[in-house]
């Protein structure tokens, strides 16, 4: 997000003509700062930061999520999980958090069930908001 966010804001700067010590002097940065944002460079720019040089460039600031990598689980998902390996056969065999296998998919199975022929994928859920989005 900052590497094209950073780019639009040098584009939006240099076509109202302004300096980057104009725009820092605004938003309360140094010069160097702004200019390292609009590179990608700044190691730890902040959304305020972002948010206050668009307002500076008449711009609007969207921020967007995407799913990466495996969540956190909370106890009483964790509680169930092993709930139903108590009640599965000692001759089945429990993986956790296996990816779907589908490229670009960022989804996992909670547990994947080996040993009774096809492995079986299982998702537990202990707060069903919204079935549609599982």
């Not at 998902?77 to 779907?100: C, D």
Request: aromatic fraction near 2%.
């Amino acid at each position: 997000m900052i590497i094209s966010s950073g780019a639009e804001l040098r584009v939006a700067r240099v076509s109202l003509g302004l300096s980057l010590e104009h725009v820092g002097r605004a938003v309360g940065m140094s010069h160097s700062q702004v200019g390292r944002i609009e590179r990608a460079r700044h190691p730890a720019v902040s959304v305020m930061q972002l948010a206050r040089i668009c307002s500076v460039l008449g711009l609007d600031l969207s921020v967007r999520t995407y799913p990466n990598g495996s969540p956190l689980r909370d106890k009483a998902h964790l509680a169930l999980l092993e709930r139903f390996r108590e009640r599965l056969s000692a001759k089945l065999s429990v993986r956790n958090e296996v990816p779907l296998l589908i490229p670009g998919d960022q989804r996992a199975w909670d547990l994947l069930i080996l040993g009774a022929g096809d492995p079986i994928g299982v998702e537990a859920e202990t707060r069903l908001a919204d079935i549609q989005a599982l």
